[in-house]
């Protein structure tokens, strides 16, 4: 990677998609800038591990964005008074966060515009995953028309690339991919109700589904669990 | 307007378009709530403005969320570095700021669904206006098409409508509008330095386009001019 590299922003959360997502790009020959949202999750030990993974894989830099979307409620995972599932749901679960994706890739694209980068990196995934509708590829799609429409840039006659590698992608095999990549899994969180000091809860919708992704895999669970 | 009628969440920036806006969705029976946003703009007294007019006009609620997009860069509106241009320039201007629109619209999108509203007003208009291509036919449309896959209610059947019904009109028409909504746009800012008291530079974009909708409309200019 050479300053001739194309910049990419690469949507990190701490999690295990996202740092699959970010040595993927960078492994593409990208000078990869890391965005975070603070966004009032409950969860916000995730921020310390992206932070983390951000500078263990050398992100040119690490924006966290703050804008509190607890504000508007609607989502267990932005409201301490509701409780987060931990067995098997009927549809779409009550930790859906309404346009939490369209608001960080909306946030994602305005650094993109600012920074000349084209590319726009999210490890949304549509297959081992909680049925959130912003996750889906036609969602990606549909947003990455709206980046072309939306900015000065696509204006002019740029064109953007919303990337979700992840989205056709089993959990083992993205564990897969990124054990390739040297991503070390124990420094990522994927837990909705991750203490302060990273353990995770092993019950809620996202460590089960980690966790057999790690299972199918037949790679260890480097996860520590309460 | 009684508990029966349909909510909706309207964009509402301080400035004359989203005021008119406003008056504009409450004539047509919406109970309105009001969301602002707090980005780092430099016209900041914008805020008060619209503080002051949402409950003069009675908004249910209103909210102002932050995100301080100036730590993006990119644009003279949140770069207090970089002066805002005051005469003719070529394009889209320098305040132009990457993604506003779609960072907006897609918070006023979560809003949306947790007030289980189907309805989002902004008053983006492509007449006269400064290039923005987030005030365009095309982008609005598919931020909409966006909002119904990007959300639980819209996968679940919901049809989500932005409303931008400003966009093809002129300035001195939307003033003739507002006029006759009973709007005070004494009560109302567009200069992009404002004064944190509210007076206007006279020579900015914004002030340009609004003082001349004031002259072509035949209505007494009520801003107050440094």
């Known amino acids: 990677m050479n300053s001739d590299s194309p910049n990419a922003v690469v949507l990190v959360s701490g999690g295990l998609d996202s740092a699959t997502v970010f040595a993927y790009a960078q492994s593409k020959g990208y000078r990869c800038y890391a965005l975070s949202m603070d966004y009032g999750q409950r969860h916000v030990s995730e921020l310390k591990f992206?932070?983390?993974?951000?500078a263990k894989l050398g992100a040119v830099e690490h924006k966290i964005i703050k804008i509190d979307l607890?504000?508007?409620?609607?989502?267990?995972?932005?409201?301490?008074d509701q409780s987060i599932p931990t067995g098997d749901t009927e549809g779409i679960p009550s930790t859906y966060v309404p346009a939490r994706n369209t608001i960080m890739?909306?946030?994602?694209?305005?650094?993109?515009?600012?920074?000349d980068s084209r590319d726009i990196f999210i490890g949304a995934n549509a297959i081992d995953y909680s049925g959130y509708p912003d996750c889906r590829p036609e969602y990606i799609e549909t947003f990455e028309t709206l980046a072309n429409r939306a900015t000065?840039?696509?204006?002019?006659?740029?064109?953007?690339?919303?990337?979700a590698p992840l989205i056709d992608m089993k959990k083992a095999d993205i564990i897969?991919?990124?054990c390739k990549l040297g991503i070390d899994y124990?420094?990522?969180?994927?837990c909705y109700q991750a203490t302060f000091s990273g353990a995770a809860c092993g019950i809620c919708d996202s460590c089960r589904i980690r966790k057999q992704g790690?299972?199918?895999?037949g790679v260890n669970d480097p996860t520590v669990y309460l």
Chains 1, 2 share one sequence.
Do not use: N, P, Y
Request: glycine share 12%; with cysteine; aromatic share 6%.
């Open 152 to 163: 000065k840039a696509g204006v002019e006659g740029a064109t953007f690339k919303i990337h």
């Open 176 to 178: 897969h991919l990124g």
């Open 70 to 80: 607890s504000e508007l409620g609607g989502s267990s995972l932005t409201d301490h």
């Open 50 to 54: 992206a932070r983390r993974m951000c």
């Open 105 to 115: 890739l909306s946030v994602a694209l305005g650094w993109a515009e600012v920074l």
């Open 186 to 190: 124990s420094q990522t969180i994927s």
């Open 214 to 217: 790690f299972l199918e895999a």
